[in-house]
């Protein structure tokens, strides 16, 4: 039966030029480049400069989106920014990105799932699109996650870097199958009970600062690798589909140990996982979009590819998404 879709018609990403080595955090705090590689996979990060905002980083990778589709700002009628890290409280980052793109008419909004926000993001753009209330969609995941870090903390400031990755999503009808080109499924979860594991100790209403980052790194691997695996299934169930029609799975690029113990236990070949941690960090909404940008651009992600995607961030939240490029 034939069926609006959401299909990616563009893609683009920014890195902060400023690159931070694990060299030159071992001069700040006590850490060394062989730890940090044998824990994390992460060799590198980027660093807005200062006076460089997360609408900046967003506007940027939403414009190299943009070129890519054949599209101007004036064509989109909706902006889904995920971000942590936005320019002020109010109003929404997505609206200043908005401003910067001449977008003139439809919403912009931001959504707030940490880590997980770009697959969020992704699904509720999905909703606007397949219901008819928009013809096309940009989806970005920007952070400036820099500026709250504690940078005496080796626990966690070694883990994270700034970046941006935004696609443009245009409604176009396909036949219903799973062989439509788009978003086929996406599965949201979420489980406030875990707030303490991963959470920064500061917020308006509560203590009126900022706050730094704060992580039981143990726990969240542990619950990482436990959580995850289920709604993968169950978004591949949707469309009843197994693992091994996946082509690529382009997971949320937070820990390279994590990744790899979520594809073993899935039974992922390797050689199917895009990895990019090594040189960005944990960019958290901005690190699928980042992976994903990474791998179309040098070939491995093709036209009739199927790509799932996955993530899990403070709150906890996790979810997950399958598209067929």
């Keep these: 039966?034939?069926?609006?879709?959401?299909?990616?018609?563009?893609?683009?990403?920014y890195l902060p030029e400023?690159?931070?080595?694990?060299?030159?955090?071992?001069?700040?705090?006590?850490?060394?480049?062989?730890?940090?590689?044998?824990?994390?996979?992460?060799?590198?990060?980027?660093?807005?400069?200062?006076?460089?905002?997360?609408?900046?980083?967003?506007?940027?990778?939403?414009?190299?989106?943009?070129?890519?589709?054949?599209?101007?700002?004036?064509?989109?009628?909706?902006?889904?920014?995920?971000?942590?890290?936005?320019?002020?409280?109010?109003?929404?980052?997505?609206?200043?990105?908005q401003a910067n793109i001449?977008?003139?008419?439809?919403?912009?909004?931001?959504?707030?799932a940490v880590c997980t926000g770009f697959v969020y993001g992704l699904s509720i753009a999905d909703n606007f699109l397949r219901s008819g209330s928009a013809k096309h969609a940009l989806v970005i995941g920007a952070e400036t996650y820099s500026r709250i870090l504690d940078w005496n903390d080796r626990t966690t400031c070694v883990l994270f870097g700034d970046g941006a990755g935004a696609v443009v999503l245009e409604a176009t009808m396909g036949d219903g199958s799973i062989h439509d080109e788009g978003i086929l499924a996406a599965r949201l979860r979420s489980d406030g009970t875990h707030k303490s594991k991963l959470f920064v100790d500061g917020g308006v209403s509560s203590t009126g600062t900022i706050g730094k980052l704060r992580m039981d790194g143990k726990e969240v691997f542990k619950l990482a690798v436990g959580m995850v695996p289920q709604i993968l299934h169950d978004t591949l169930d949707d469309v009843g589909l197994p693992f091994d029609a996946v082509d690529w799975f382009v997971p949320h690029q937070a820990n390279s140990r994590i990744i790899h113990a979520t594809a073993e236990k899935l039974g992922l070949a390797p050689e199917k996982v895009v990895l990019t941690v090594a040189d960005h960090a944990n960019t958290s909404s901005a690190s699928i979009p980042l992976a994903l940008d990474v791998a179309v651009k040098d070939g491995r992600i093709k036209k009739g590819d199927l790509v799932l995607l996955e993530a899990m961030g403070g709150g906890f939240t996790w979810g997950a998404a399958l598209i067929r490029w």
């Design 102 to 112: 001449g977008m003139t008419g439809g919403a912009a909004f931001d959504v707030q």
């Design 18 to 97: 400023k690159r931070v080595t694990n060299d030159d955090l071992a001069k700040i705090v006590d850490t060394s480049d062989e730890w940090i590689v044998q824990r994390t996979g992460i060799r590198a990060r980027h660093q807005a400069a200062e006076g460089e905002f997360t609408s900046h980083l967003a506007t940027k990778a939403a414009e190299r989106a943009l070129a890519e589709a054949g599209l101007k700002g004036s064509d989109i009628d909706l902006i889904v920014l995920a971000t942590s890290t936005p320019d002020n409280t109010f109003p929404a980052t997505a609206t200043t990105v």
């Design 1 to 13: 039966m034939a069926t609006l879709r959401s299909v990616v018609r563009g893609i683009g990403s």
